[in-house]
């Protein structure tokens, strides 16, 4: 392991490009320099692959699993059996940003769909002239009035696929990278894990070092939440996994493990074993390839009844890699002691009033009025029910005229708030926000004439709502 240094050295510092005396100078006084402090111990020889035979073995033992055991996964057959560099980055790629914070079987539709409408780099840089009409309002109002009639108002294709897939800024990211590529690097992506950081918008260490050793080969290591569990279980790490100084560990042991050969295939059965094998609860012990590797299997079978060395102990209460003295090993939990996390901060709770305005389209269909979010934040560039945040505590007769009164401002007429009718809550769990809708309704039987300085904003069927970029929230709402 490569041990941190001290930044420090003979008493200097730099700044302004020169270096700087960190003690004063007066005429006939001695200059005082100030020691640099130690530098941190490397991490006990138990937490680390020290043994070059038996990194060979868990390597060998590992890949010959994945062979027989990996799932088949339609990014997996891309990489596999594409030949062009570029187009077996991009398939890798798109998978990664997409298998953010998501669940492998609810992304494969979504990779399947995508890569048929956008299955090169040049296809997505395009992406943005490209329109869709399924969710656009295209016919007069009723009531004879030219609002609304202009050119139809249309939205990125991007947003629409991604709907319903969640952190929304992942698509945004992903189209805006692809342009770079090729605007800017002649469509070609960069061949290696520290190129693809630091050029493309949205790629981090991880979807880095991903594509680099499944499209190119490189010898890179990787570590998301299935690799951290497997490297804390199999080395006994009860530290924070998610402070910064154990992820450092984690990609050091992940880059002093990666099989030179076989790179992307060994990442991938890392992650794999994590994610089928190695789970965060019940995990299925007996069936793992590297068990024999397993420090925690190893401490759970034998502390009790061998006189094996505690691992806890390694660093007489002073290793940065054990779990904290107040926290010791839990013999009912077994190898699910690790990895260990800070308590996960709440989501906070807020309520939003949402407003479904319903009226009679051409040929008697109920329409919806939806608007368009901001193009930056929560569910950027979606479509949604008018909607308000309310302040906490609010009675039901205060909503109603909160409501009212930002429906007035926003539609230029007045609207009674007794007209409003409670349809019910909707809850929904982002990651960090406990979001209940308030749900209302308000029929309309006349034309309105909308703001154009306000968010773009359309008619639409129930049909073609279920088309349009709207989230999974909206269609709980409806």
């Avoid at 839990?330 to 319903?358: H, I, M, Y």
């Avoid at 008697?364 to 906490?392: C, H, K, M, N, T």
């Avoid at 007769?397 to 809550?425: C, F, I, K, N, Y």
């Avoid at 029929?443 to 909308?450: A, F, K, N, V, Y």
């Amino acid at each position: 392991m490569i041990q941190l240094r001290a930044a420090a050295a003979g008493g200097l510092r730099r700044g302004g490009g020169r270096s700087v005396p960190t003690g004063r100078s007066r005429k006939g006084a001695s200059t005082r320099r100030v020691a640099p402090p130690p530098a941190p111990a490397p991490p006990p020889a138990r937490h680390l692959f020290s043994d070059p035979a038996e990194v060979e073995a868990l390597r060998r033992n590992l890949l010959a699993w994945y062979d027989e055991c990996k799932r088949d996964l339609p990014w997996r057959r891309l990489a596999a059996a594409e030949p062009d560099a570029d187009r077996r980055a991009y398939a890798v790629w798109v998978s990664e940003i997409m298998l953010q914070q998501t669940q492998v079987a609810t992304v494969i539709d979504y990779y399947n769909r995508w890569m048929q409408k956008w299955p090169t780099l040049q296809a997505l840089a395009q992406a943005s002239l490209e329109v869709s009409t399924a969710g656009a309002w295209c016919c007069p109002c009723p009531h004879g009035s030219s609002s609304n009639t202009s050119p139809c108002l249309l939205e990125q294709e991007v947003n629409e696929l991604w709907a319903g897939l969640g952190y929304y800024s992942r698509g945004k990211r992903l189209q805006e990278a692809a342009k770079k590529v090729v605007s800017e690097l002649a469509g070609q992506m960069p061949r290696t894990a520290e190129a693809l950081q630091k050029l493309l918008p949205g790629v981090g260490r991880y979807t880095a070092g991903a594509i680099a050793s499944i499209s190119y080969g490189q010898a890179t290591g990787v570590v998301d939440g299935n690799v951290i569990r497997v490297l804390c279980r199999l080395r006994c790490i009860g530290a924070d996994s998610s402070s910064a100084a154990v992820i450092d560990q984690l990609w050091d042991m992940a880059n002093a493990l990666v099989d030179r050969s076989r790179p992307g295939d060994f990442n991938q059965a890392l992650m794999e074993l994590g994610a089928t094998v190695c789970v965060p609860k019940a995990p299925l012990c007996g069936e793992c390839p590297v068990k024999q590797h397993c420090q925690a299997r190893h401490r759970k079978l034998f502390s009790k009844s061998a006189p094996v060395p505690d691992v806890e102990d390694c660093g007489v209460g002073g290793c940065p890699l054990c779990p904290p003295a107040t926290e010791p090993w839990d013999s009912s939990l077994g190898v699910t002691n690790f990895p260990r996390k800070a308590a996960k901060k709440q989501p906070r709770v807020e309520r939003t009033a949402t407003c479904v305005l319903e009226r009679r389209g051409c040929h008697g269909a109920s329409q919806y009025l939806i608007v368009q979010r901001p193009s930056s934040g929560l569910l950027a560039g979606l479509w949604e029910f008018p909607s308000f945040p309310l302040a906490q505590g609010l009675q039901e007769e205060e909503q109603r005229e909160v409501l009212a009164d930002h429906l007035q401002a926003w539609m230029g007429q007045p609207v009674a708030a007794g007209s409003l009718q409670l349809t019910g809550e909707v809850v929904h769990i982002f990651s960090h926000i406990h979001q209940t809708y308030v749900v209302y309704s308000l029929p309309l039987h006349g034309d309105i004439t909308l703001d154009p300085a306000l968010s773009p904003s359309r008619w639409v069927t129930e049909k073609e709502f279920h088309a349009s970029a709207v989230s999974t929230a909206m269609k709980k709402v409806l």
